[in-house]
């Protein structure tokens, strides 16, 4: 039987071919394709990340060495000129050996002098059979002399060619450059390099976000992520050119414990970003929600209890993000150590900028080193481990970072960590203390997290490190979420904030036990993913911790009562009516007395703004401070009456009694200087079946977004006051004035039957939205007002969802007296008060089902994926969504608020 042609046989058959270029580019495209295509089969066949990575370099690597070879020996074959010296070196990344399957190819075409036209036709036809394949090549074209010169003051090219290595070509030309480059860095000052490479990490991380905590990260070049590391070893490559940083160099940087983190997380971050390309097609390297299910899948992940799989494979993800910064700080800490003597330590480089080098801190053991806190070593924890807490708080008290140092020491002390230190009372005496009265608390809580320390102190915060719910509206993991609460809170009382929150600013000053506050606040997440639900396994969790910590009795009650609560102050400013005297009684009731009512308020807007960016806003604001006003008002004696929405529209009504409809615009009024971001609309018109699903339709077909409905009937009249934003959270119209204009225009028509009402846009292809499956729940309480029936509808949002559920209330002989709608990234919550045609409550459990069936029918629990992309989904976290239809606050007072926030 005859051998199968050689690669090179193949290739010079193609370049004698009558178009040399195309027949090469099928011959590689073949065999580069089968070498991708091995390297899937070993990644799904459980193959570590960087094993793969390497696979798809040397992939690379084979294609092209023969299309070098093909156009150097065959095409254009090589001359014994000096001029014509040419050598292929891989660069960058790619210079490092490994790949992932769509990054850029970086090249770098050496030639030993002036450009030829021979050396001109080489590089032509390599980089034209490149661009067939499809790959996406980044290349320059350099003598030996501009490299050098080059990689002087342009620090991008220094970092491209510390990872030179040659592909092809001229060998000896190309370990010339790479040895005269390696020994120009040695003799030069590596400042400039180390500066360049800290702000490019810096401006990274302020585009890809500053924390690495957020749902979505980016994976190479996020907080945590691949770039990072690598930057450590462009920093150490620049301090010890003459190495490659092999197993030598990386044993002598780090401990073997610290080796097999770095090198656990290259292999997983790798397997993350290889399975990104290969899902996207193109070089995805952010980790987005429609991703991660597919991704978790791929990797093997399983659902475990409660806790999806999606779940579980993304707290894996911040955990090993979580240990890159620890990684970050150990080698900074060692390279320092190992060039504090020399010109070239980062000691020096920072000299400038820092103050005296050492001074003794009044704690034995401790001391500030080039301005952070240090220790001595692991030794000062192990004769006294309230010490580990004690750090901290010098830390705080000093304004201080931790030196890297001194968090190598603590997290391999954290086996000190005991039940008996955990109820020690120096021990709990320092951690409450740096929590309730630090000055920096988020900071200070951060740095102990890192190390691994608050989650071993404290066991109930260690279950969620690195937690996340799979859905749109939170973007940080749990911790995260609960630490920026924590720092909002300090700043609310601190006046930081006084513009923004106002009132919460005031009346923060006016609590009596921020202990018990800020406790409620850092365990008030703490039981999510629990059994019994967010707000009573957290409860349970909060007893159980403080009664650990020494917390007395009564605070501990009043702790519990705000993990407990958490959720009711925003639950019924959003989603109830706050003009029916029933919503302010029965939140009254809920919280009993002023000093609650003050802390829950400060509590759930530290908690919203911490949720992430956009998510507060001046209209939540004002449900909030309306109903905290109107509690506050009834614990003074005052009483609660209704509101007449038509008194305070006259001419309105008159002007729709005439004509049949009238309609006008404002924006909503500022309340206590402050404006609320939504547009108010008010239609009058004559009353009659389906004119609140034709108004809503209206808004939806021309992209009013409705955050609040009020409807009022009087003599065959309604009004309908509307508060609506545009699609970027901005009131209605401040943008475009023209869109208002319309809107009310056509919402008279609408009012009056005249003209074709439009349609909602088409609520598909929104990959993200598509990863999740919003379960629809329809719950009904017949308790939570005197005069309506309130019906909570919880589903996947989309646009013209309000007016598809108002058509089902006209439908059923149902009118609305009031709409409230909330939106907690894919889901919506819309809440209804409805009465039937003789304005009475829904009785009749035969008519509640037929409304459930009907409702769930137009509920769709997912908009299709996007075509073209096959990824898998999972079910949207619906831990903190409202329960109220369960759970009447009337019948039991409690927060509506449990499902899915």
């Not at 058959?13 to 089969?41: G, H, I, K, N, Q």
């Not at 290969?278 to 597919?294: N, S």
């Not at 629809?776 to 308790?783: E, G, S, T």
């Not at 209804?832 to 029918?857: N, P």
Request: glycine residues 8%.
């Amino acid at each position: 039987m005859n051998a199968s042609p050689s690669l090179d046989d193949r290739l010079d058959e193609a370049a004698r071919a009558e178009d040399p270029r195309a027949a090469v580019s099928v011959v590689l495209r073949e065999t580069y394709d089968a070498a991708r295509a091995r390297a899937e089969r070993k990644l799904d066949g459980g193959m570590k990340g960087r094993d793969v990575a390497r696979l798809y370099a040397a992939a690379a690597d084979e294609m092209l060495a023969g299309l070098w070879r093909v156009a150097t020996q065959t095409l254009w074959p090589t001359s014994p000129v000096e001029a014509e010296r040419l050598a292929l070196v891989a660069v960058g990344g790619y210079g490092r050996g490994v790949l992932a399957p769509h990054s850029d190819l970086d090249l770098l075409f050496l030639r030993s002098s002036k450009a030829t036209p021979r050396g001109e036709q080489v590089i032509q036809f390599v980089l034209y059979v490149l661009w067939d394949l499809g790959a996406k090549v980044g290349s320059a074209v350099r003598s030996v002399e501009e490299c050098l010169s080059l990689s002087r003051t342009d620090m991008t090219v220094r970092t491209t060619l510390l990872e030179a290595r040659p592909l092809a070509g001229d060998e000896a030309l190309a370990q010339l450059m790479i040895g005269r480059f390696r020994d120009m860095v040695s003799k030069s000052d590596p400042r400039p390099f180390i500066a360049a490479k800290l702000e490019e990490r810096a401006a990274r991380h302020e585009k890809a976000g500053s924390t690495r905590y957020k749902v979505e990260p980016n994976v190479k070049d996020g907080k945590g992520g691949l770039r990072d590391l690598n930057t450590l070893y462009w920093i150490a490559r620049s301090l010890a050119p003459e190495s490659r940083l092999g197993a030598t160099v990386m044993d002598e940087l780090f401990t073997p414990r610290e080796r097999r983190t770095s090198d656990e997380a290259f292999d997983f971050l790798w397997q993350v970003r290889i399975h990104l390309h290969l899902i996207a097609g193109r070089a995805e390297e952010k980790l987005t929600f429609d991703m991660q299910p597919e991704v978790a899948r791929r990797m093997g992940w399983r659902g475990r209890g409660d806790e999806p799989a999606v779940e579980r494979f993304m707290r894996r993800y911040f955990l090993v993000a979580r240990d890159v910064g620890a990684l970050t700080r150990a080698m900074s800490a060692k390279l320092e150590a190992r060039h504090q003597k020399t010109a070239h330590g980062l000691s020096r480089l920072m000299a400038p900028f820092r103050p005296a080098p050492r001074r003794k801190l009044e704690v034995e053991g401790f001391w500030i080193d080039q301005g952070r806190l240090s220790v001595e070593g692991p030794e000062v924890f192990a004769a006294d481990p309230v010490k580990l807490l004690t750090l901290f708080v010098c830390a705080d008290k000093h304004d201080l970072d931790l030196h890297p140092d001194a968090f190598s020491a603590v997290t391999r002390s954290l086996s000190l960590v005991t039940p008996r230190l955990r109820r020690d009372p120096a021990a709990t005496r320092a951690f409450l203390d740096i929590l309730a009265h630090g000055q920096r608390p988020y900071r200070v809580l951060t740095i102990m997290n890192e190390t691994g320390l608050l989650g071993r102190f404290l066991p109930e915060w260690g279950r969620i490190v690195g937690q996340t719910q799979f859905n749109m509206y939170h973007a940080y993991t749990v911790d995260e979420h609960t630490l920026q609460a924590i720092g909002i809170i300090n700043d609310i009382a601190r006046g930081k904030l006084k513009t923004d929150h106002p009132m919460a600013s005031e009346i923060v000053h006016l609590i009596s036990d921020m202990e018990a506050l800020m406790l409620g606040m850092l365990l008030h997440d703490v039981g999510k993913g629990g059994e019994r639900g967010q707000l009573e396994d957290g409860a349970i969790a909060a007893r159980r911790a403080c009664e650990r910590l020494g917390v007395d009795p009564r605070r501990i009650e009043l702790v519990v009562w705000l993990v407990r609560s958490h959720l009711a102050l925003s639950d019924y400013a959003q989603k109830r009516d706050l003009s029916d005297p029933a919503t302010i009684r029965a939140f009254a009731e809920l919280v009993g007395d002023p000093e609650r009512l003050r802390m829950l308020l400060v509590l759930t807007v530290a908690d919203i703004r911490a949720v992430g960016p956009g998510v507060w806003n001046g209209w939540k604001g004002q449900l909030m401070r309306t109903l905290y006003n109107q509690v506050a008002a009834l614990f003074r004696g005052e009483d609660v009456t209704r509101e007449d929405p038509l008194a305070a529209h006259p001419a309105l009504v008159q002007r729709a009694r005439e004509t049949g409809a009238a309609a006008d615009a404002a924006p909503t009024a500022p309340v206590q200087g402050l404006t609320v971001q939504t547009t108010e609309i008010s239609i009058a018109a004559a009353d009659r079946p389906g004119l609140f699903a034709d108004l809503a339709q209206t808004m939806a077909a021309l992209g009013a977004d409705v955050t609040d409905a009020r409807v009022a009937t009087e003599d065959g009249v309604v009004l309908d006051v509307f508060r609506v934003q545009d699609g970027a959270g901005l009131p209605y119209g401040q943008a475009e004035p023209r869109r208002l204009k319309a809107l009310v225009e056509a919402l008279e028509k609408a009012a009056r039957g005249e003209g074709r009402i439009g349609q909602a846009p088409d609520p598909t292809g929104n990959a993200r939205k598509a990863a999740f499956e919003v379960r629809p729940v329809v719950m009904v309480d017949h308790h939570a007002s005197e005069v309506a029936t309130v019906v909570e509808v919880s589903c996947a949002d989309r646009p013209g969802l309000l007016a598809d559920l108002s058509r089902v209330f006209n439908d059923e002989g149902l009118s609305i007296r009031s709409a409230h709608v909330a939106s907690y990234g894919e889901r919506a919550v819309d809440s209804f008060y409805v009465v039937d045609r003789k304005g009475r409550k829904i009785t009749s459990e035969q008519r509640i089902t037929e409304l459930r069936t009907a409702l769930e029918a137009v509920l769709d629990s997912r908009a299709p994926a996007p075509a073209g992309r096959k990824v898998a989904s999972a079910r949207a976290s619906a831990r903190d969504v409202s329960d109220l239809g369960r759970r009447s606050p009337r019948a039991k007072p409690v927060s509506p608020g449990e499902q899915a926030r």
